[in-house]
């Protein structure tokens, strides 16, 4: 018998879940509490996902890949390593915008070690990062000692820690604006043809 699913209860039980990581940490939410504070029974969020893990992993794949989707796009529109970085970087301080917990949950899982994103995404995200290495490489926009590894963590580690820091306060009450987007962009850059 196929599942009947209730979308709008499915995307509370996601944001409350999102909520809750963010929140408490991935320790610190429970299927019951997610299941609560979504209103919605216990057992209809087990008809979707065997427990906590499965539905958070769930969730982060989906944040990758919103993220890589929006990658792919830009290189198939970009010719330049400089305008796909400018654009994604945007992207992600869109999201931020639009939807701070979801950043804050990148954040979260990104520092916890006992998630990480599955193979299929892995691979995917070094797809990418190889093609904006070789773009980049023939271009003169990219040095010919960064990497793959570099390329990720400049584009899409640098710009979510920057979020988190300012969202967090470190540095005195202060949120951002265009200026530090642009400025993200071009230490980004910068480094990437070094």
């Not at 929140?23 to 996902?49: N, P, Q, W």
């Not at 960064?146 to 202060?174: A, S």
């Amino acid at each position: 018998m196929a599942r009947i699913i209730d979308i709008s209860k499915m995307e509370r039980v996601k944001e409350t879940a999102i909520q809750m990581v963010v929140e408490k940490g991935y320790g610190g939410a429970s299927i019951a509490t997610i299941a609560k504070k979504a209103g919605v029974a216990e057992g209809y969020l087990y008809r979707f996902y065997k427990g906590k893990e499965e539905l958070v992993v769930d969730l982060l794949c989906n944040k990758v890949n919103e993220i890589a989707d929006e990658l792919e796009l830009l290189l198939q529109r970009c010719n330049r390593v400089a305008d796909v970085v400018s654009l994604l970087v945007k992207k992600i301080f869109q999201i931020a915008e639009n939807n701070p917990d979801h950043i804050k949950f990148l954040y979260v899982l990104m520092h916890d070690y006992n998630f990480k994103i599955g193979d299929r995404e892995r691979e995917r995200i070094f797809k990418l990062c190889r093609e904006i290495k070789n773009i980049g490489s023939n271009s003169g926009e990219i040095g010919e000692f960064i990497t793959e590894e570099d390329i990720y963590m400049l584009v899409n580690i640098f710009p979510i820690q920057f979020i988190n820091l300012r969202i967090k306060n470190f540095f005195g009450n202060k949120s951002w604006d265009n200026t530090d987007k642009e400025h993200i962009i071009e230490i980004i850059i910068k480094t990437l043809k070094a």
